[in-house]
């Protein structure tokens, strides 16, 4: 019989519902019931397409005996961490708190009856093995100490709230300096993995911000070592495996130093932010591949993972049971649909070693298909491709969440803006996206974080919504010089400062956890960092004080900026932004739209652009003009002039 959560919109929430686990949605209901029963609270952590919150539910939740004493002692909540994004941030920083280092998902959390947290982890396996504590054991644990009244642990729980509150913390404020860069690139060298690129050994995550922020400063600077970390990074990511050759696409994570064995699941961020980079890398470093990769993740995600002009969140790892499924290829199966659709036996066996498909297979006896680096794709790439996209279509896709989310929507949308600035086709395709996004979670005004498809939003907005939909509206605007876009940035950013800023800290909601917004970047680039993004724009293209609360973020969270740069790369990148200072171009609407092609080109990585009145093209800094040039050819030339005195 179902649970509570079978009433549920989200698809993670209604992959538990047939458990025997009697889980509550978070609810006042939840809180209550454990109040007047004296009961601890378990509060799970997941999202639907998690590889390892699939284990710990078939192990752990589907576990009859396990739920039986759950449900005896115990008031068990699911939480979704993409719709409440709040709730996971909040319960993240107790997993940091207690076990001095970063947690993750599924986030096992418990909680006294009134809800103060004192233990956490992540995955918990049924019982106790290789010297990690079972779920049975640790729950009768619990149950015995909550039961008992155990001094210490409602103690402990008092603690923790108490220095969670966030104005136990202290501010300190010290001077940012363009040497910053120095220390950035240092750090940034120290964590970087030379073989193969990124910024560690395994697991290996993209690092999208440290990878912009690099390449900016490889724009202002030159500086040779940050443009090995990049292009070495970018081209040995995208050659295969944590890449899909297939679809197209990233999936999260390698496990392997090689960028070859992935989690395979699929995030809306993850493709957004790569989309954006590998656009704006191929631009500046004339690289056609990169620019490739973009469009295919631009593709990819249209083919997949769109309707009605909306984005879902995720896809799956996991399809018929088991992770990959839907990804691999076993060699008799690709050698024999080669010879099928044509090609020589000899000519198959030579495309299957260049793929390094093999007999014995590099992922569990089958083939995650790849390319080793310098090889470029050879001429029968595609032919090839349209073989494996036939074998795919046989195979159960992994399941889709089809949620609607602001800020991952947003970061899509910023990634094909970037990418029209190479093929004004999606442009337009940006504009659609970002037009069906205000008509979804916009529907009267007031900005929503998600929603399931088709259903009617009822999660308000957080920080990180208000920060990455401002500046896909800007991006709007510097592609369509479309007034409406600019005025809509403001207004985001204008409720973003009455709601949830004070005196240069922002908060990432005030609800029922007063959370602080991350300037560090995890996942995907931390709301502080892309606030500021959002206000400096604003501050060069509509009115400078918004410069001035960009300024007054940079000073609160400075001294830990100036100490770890690295722990900070969106913040670092745009405090660097604020030293050196915006540029930006103003010309009448024509002229911009004509001179596009040649505003791309602009190495200072700086550079807006303004439709104005003016019959030619005024070069501008924050405080005044600098040039003003009759030709779309002089713009480029004149700002590389100017850069050697910023």
């Not at 009433?7 to 025997?20: A, C, F, I, V």
């Not at 949308?413 to 990418?419: A, N, Q, S, V, W």
């Not at 498809?453 to 990455?468: M, N, Q, V, W």
């Amino acid at each position: 019989m179902p649970n509570r959560l079978a009433n549920e919109d989200s698809p993670y929430l209604q992959q538990h519902k047939n458990n025997p686990v009697d889980w509550y949605p978070w609810c006042d209901e939840a809180f209550a019931r454990a109040r007047d029963e004296k009961r601890p609270i378990f509060i799970s952590i997941g999202y639907s397409s998690c590889h390892w919150c699939h284990v710990m539910e078939h192990e752990v939740f589907e576990n009859e005996a396990i739920a039986a004493y759950l449900n005896e002692h115990f008031i068990s909540i699911k939480v979704d961490r993409e719709e409440r994004p709040d709730l996971d941030k909040y319960y993240q920083e107790v997993h940091q708190l207690l076990n001095r280092r970063a947690g993750g998902w599924p986030a096992s959390i418990f909680c006294t009856p009134d809800n103060k947290p004192f233990y956490a982890g992540t995955y918990i396996p049924p019982t106790t093995r290789d010297r990690m504590l079972g779920f049975t054991e640790l729950t009768e644990i619990i149950a015995t100490k909550v039961a008992e009244g155990d001094e210490k642990l409602f103690q402990n729980a008092d603690e923790i709230q108490n220095y969670l509150k966030p104005e136990a913390r202290p501010k300190e404020a010290t001077v940012l300096k363009p040497s910053l860069a120095t220390g950035f690139v240092k750090q940034a060298l120290h964590n970087f993995e030379s073989t193969h690129g990124g910024f560690s050994q395994q697991p290996k995550f993209p690092h999208t911000s440290t990878l912009n922020a690099l390449l900016d400063i490889v724009l202002l600077q030159n500086d040779a070592d940050a443009k090995k970390m990049v292009t070495q990074t970018l081209s040995t990511m995208h050659r295969g495996g944590m890449y899909d050759l297939v679809d197209g696409g990233f999936c999260r994570y390698s496990v392997d130093p090689e960028w070859l064995v992935p989690h395979f699941e699929k995030m809306t961020y993850d493709n957004g932010l790569l989309c954006e980079l590998y656009a704006r890398a191929g631009r500046m470093f004339g690289d056609a591949s990169y620019t490739r990769t973009a469009t295919e993740i631009a593709d990819f995600m249209a083919a997949k993972m769109q309707e009605d002009g909306l984005f879902y969140s995720a896809s799956d790892a996991d399809s018929e049971g088991e992770e990959g499924t839907y990804f691999i290829v076993a060699y008799d199966v690709a050698r024999a649909a080669l010879i099928e659709d044509g090609f020589a036996e000899d000519d198959a066996d030579a495309i299957l070693e260049t793929l390094h498909v093999t007999p014995g297979g590099n992922f569990e006896g089958r083939n995650i298909l790849w390319l080793s680096e310098p090889v470029e794709r050879p001429e029968w790439f595609a032919p090839v491709r349209d073989v494996f996209l036939r074998l795919r279509t046989e195979r159960e896709y992994p399941f889709i969440d089809r949620k609607i989310q602001t800020s991952w929507n947003a970061m899509m949308i910023r990634g094909l803006f970037e990418l029209g600035k190479s093929d004004p086709t999606y442009i337009e395709k940006a504009v659609t996206a970002l037009k069906a996004l205000q008509g979804f979670l916009m529907p009267d005004g007031t900005l929503y974080h998600t929603a399931l498809i088709h259903s009617t939003p009822k999660i308000g907005a957080f920080l990180e919504d208000y920060a990455y939909l401002g500046t896909a509206f800007v991006k709007a605007y510097e592609a369509t010089y479309d007034e409406t876009y600019l005025m809509q940035a403001q207004q985001t950013a204008n409720r973003a400062l009455e709601t949830l800023y004070d005196s240069g800290r922002w908060y990432f909601v005030r609800g029922e956890f007063v959370t602080d917004a991350d300037p560090t970047d995890s996942s995907y680039p931390g709301s502080v960092g892309v606030m500021v993004d959002l206000l400096l724009s604003l501050g060069i293209l509509v009115e400078e004080k918004y410069r001035h609360f960009a300024f007054k973020t940079l000073e609160y969270y400075s001294a830990r900026l100036a100490k770890t740069p690295i722990y900070f790369p969106y913040l670092f990148n745009q405090a660097l932004r604020y030293l050196y200072e915006d540029l930006v171009v103003k010309a009448d609407a024509e002229r911009l739209a004509s001179a596009a092609g040649n505003i791309s080109t602009v190495t200072y990585p700086y550079v807006h652009v303004k439709a104005t009145d003016d019959n030619s093209y005024m070069l501008c800094g924050v405080q005044s003009c600098f040039a003003q040039l009759k030709s779309a050819d002089e713009i480029a030339p004149t700002i590389k002039e100017k850069l050697p005195a910023l």
